[in-house]
């Protein structure tokens, strides 16, 4: 049974050639894509653009078709175990400023080594990497 569930992307800045990858630094500790709870009647797609666009300000976002990974995970909610889902999308944008919201501590454009390093959990790192691997196959 899943209790919660959230979409994001892995958002990429390419001015030029080496792709530039969005971070978040989540006031728990963590550093991830952005990415929060899908809202009653919104798709998955709606809910992760509102979501970039209330974490960092950015609105021009063009989802790359054909991407489209899950993660899922538990944690500690005092008492309570939340089994979490978050389906996460491949996205490009022109804009560099970000305007962070209160639910974030800290952000970064890493180029994608830098970004592994970064990026605390292990299923994250696996999905930037398939987001690159995407990426390259279908810009060759
Ligand atoms: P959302 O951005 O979806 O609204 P949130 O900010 O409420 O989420 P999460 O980012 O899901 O919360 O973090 C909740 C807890 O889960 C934290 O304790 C965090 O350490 C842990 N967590 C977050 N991402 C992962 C992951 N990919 N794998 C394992 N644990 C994770």
Redesign the pocket.
């Known amino acids: 049974m899943v209790d ?1 569930r ?1 979409a ?1 992307a892995v958002l990429f800045y390419a001015a030029s050639q080496e792709p530039e990858y969005l971070l978040l630094h ?5 550093w ?1 894509f ?4 899908i809202e009653q009647g919104e798709s998955e797609i709606e809910a992760a653009s509102r ?1 970039i666009r209330e ?1 960092t300000g950015i609105s021009d976002v063009e989802f790359v078709d054909g991407f489209r990974h899950k ?1 899922s ?5 005092g008492r309570k175990l ?1 089994n ?1 889902e ?1 389906v996460l999308y491949l996205a490009k944008t022109k804009t560099k400023e970000v305007k962070l919201s209160h ?1 974030h501590i800290g952000y970064a454009w890493k180029k994608y080594d830098d970004a592994m390093n970064q990026l ?5 790192k696996n999905l930037l990497a398939a987001a690159r691997d995407f990426l390259q196959k279908s810009s060759a």
């Open positions: 919660e959230s994001g989540y006031t728990a500790g963590h991830d952005p990415k929060g709870n979501e974490e993660i995970y538990k944690y500690r909610k939340v979490k978050v639910e605390t959990f292990k299923n994250a």
